[in-house]
């Protein structure tokens, strides 16, 4: 089948808008308490993820949903799991090498650089990590994990299904960030970032509420992050 010019541009662009995912973070008058209890979150949960360089199913589901206020963003995932790998460990501890987690990456100004890695195992262990650019286009391989959140709040709870987890983060902490270019979001604000889950069990799978294409870097895809859109 020939295909023309103006054919192939529409196919391209068809193609990209279903690849491409906005993840609508839904404004809260809420008071939200970190507590691993999800009984009481109104907004709606986006998934089940799927293995984040294929897109195949995965074998033990996870689901996010964000919201936000004035001062905070606020995720929470659910996630089976019928053997949770893992411990209570320090602050800051390479959890992503040994333990079940879910992570969001977060990169306000949408540049590839200087965005936020956020941990949390099923034992609310945490980690905080700024990625200043994962691609030698822009220097290489560069991150700290001495970046510190202030006043992130971090809890799990584990339920009959696996385990439940609650992030708050202040914008505040977040205009600390060098070269970060941060503004306190409104209303129509995108950020872009992805949200991510490791599940360490008789089979290790990396997920991903949006998948990638690029097998390069693993997670650290900036410029296939999807869209966080903040609304009303």
């Not at 306000?108 to 990625?131: C, H, Q, R, T, W």
């Amino acid at each position: 089948m020939k295909i023309t010019k103006i054919g192939l541009f529409f196919l391209l662009l068809f193609s990209l808008k279903n690849y491409s995912q906005n993840i609508p973070v839904y404004k809260t008058t809420e008071t939200i308490i970190i507590d691993g209890d999800l009984s009481d979150w109104k907004t709606t949960f986006l998934g089940p993820f799927v293995i984040h360089n294929s897109g195949e199913k995965g074998t033990q589901k996870t689901f996010v949903s964000l919201s936000w206020n004035d001062k905070n963003l606020y995720i929470a995932y659910r996630s089976e799991d019928s053997k949770i790998v893992g411990t209570l460990q320090m602050k800051d501890s390479k959890i992503y090498e040994t333990d079940d987690l879910v992570e969001i990456f977060l990169d306000p100004d949408g540049d590839g650089k200087n965005y936020l890695e956020i941990g949390v195992n099923a034992f609310s262990a945490n980690y905080d990590m700024l990625i200043k650019c994962p691609s030698s286009t822009c220097g290489g391989w560069n991150a700290s994990m001495t970046f510190d959140i202030a006043e992130i709040e971090t809890i799990s709870k584990t339920t009959e299904e696996g385990f439940c987890t609650e992030i708050k983060i202040p914008f505040s902490s977040l205009e600390k960030i060098k070269n970060g270019h941060f503004i306190n979001p409104k209303a129509g604000t995108k950020w872009r970032g992805n949200t991510f889950r490791i599940d360490y069990g008789d089979t290790t799978e990396y997920l991903a509420l949006q998948q990638y294409k690029s097998l390069k870097f693993g997670f650290h895809q900036p410029q296939e992050f999807a869209v966080f859109e903040f609304v009303e």
